[in-house]
Antibody, heavy 120, light 109 residues
Framework: QVQLVESGGGVVQPGRSLRLSCETS????????VHWVRHTPGKGLEWVAV????????YYADSVKGRFSVSRDNSKNTLFLQMDSLRAEDTATYYC?????????????WGQGTLVTVSS | DIHMTQSPSSLSASVGDRVTITCQAN??????LNWYQQKPGKPPKLLIS???NLERGVPPRFTGSGSGTDFIFAITSLQPEDIATYYC???????????FGPGTKVGIK
């Protein structure tokens, strides 16, 4: 069965960095785009970034552009999110999500999420 | 930029009632709209893609309709297990961009 398992969350001070990982199984990782989506109780869901199936294209939400970087290792079926210059408003649960369909726009399988708290 | 409004922000209905949620875009997005259900402490679940296509395994009491700027999501007969927050999500392809609506929290009276 399809599985996505995030790790790397925790408490970090503003301005510092954090790297999230997402290990996947149960599907051909290199055939799919994979996204990061975050959730906060107050603001709801926010799409963060996507990497194309071959890792050659990446796209970001304006709120994280220039600070976050998404990458993938297709040999290890793993997705990454490098988060730099973290801000309090980046506090959220971060989900790794498989995208399918045109432009990988259907978010059909989600991990359980990893909590990132940005606080001094 | 394309913006989405979603209403209502919350609602409460009785078991068996028909419940409707609307999403409106500020420009034509064809049928590039999906609907998700999120229960507390759980990741979201894709229910409907491209405005009206029910995902495999999703009960037929969930329906979606609309195109252009106005979209409707309905639960034709509300069940206790439908307590959740529902989100619409639009997608753009050039360049790829994905925007969620603010969500509608559905409760039982």
């Amino acid at each position: 069965q399809v599985q996505l398992v995030e790790s790397g969350g925790g408490v970090v001070q503003p301005g510092r960095s954090l790297r999230l990982s997402c290990e996947t199984s149960g599907f051909i990782f290199s055939d799919f785009g994979v996204h990061w989506v975050r959730h906060t109780p107050g603001k709801g869901l926010e799409w963060v970034a996507v990497t194309w199936y071959d890792g050659k294209n990446e796209y970001y939400a304006d709120s994280v552009k220039g600070r976050f970087s998404v990458s993938r290792d297709n040999s290890k079926n793993t997705l990454f999110l490098q988060m730099d210059s973290l801000r309090a408003e980046d506090t959220a649960t971060y989900y790794c999500v498989r995208g399918t369909g045109y432009a990988f726009a259907y978010f059909d399988f989600w991990g359980q999420g990893t909590l990132v708290t940005v606080s001094s | 930029d394309i913006h989405m409004t979603q209403s209502p922000s919350s609602l409460s209905a009785s078991v068996g009632d028909r419940v409707t949620i609307t999403c409106q875009a500020n420009q034509d997005i064809s049928t590039n709209l999906n609907w998700y259900q999120q229960k507390p402490g759980k990741p979201p679940k894709l229910l409907i893609s491209d405005a009206s296509n029910l995902e495999r395994g999703v009960p037929p009491r969930f329906t979606g309709s609309g195109s252009g700027t106005d979209f409707i999501f309905a639960i034709t007969s509300l069940q206790p297990e439908d307590i959740a927050t529902y989100y619409c999500q639009l997608y753009e392809t050039l360049p790829p961009r994905f925007t969620f609506g603010p969500g509608t929290k559905v409760g039982i009276k």
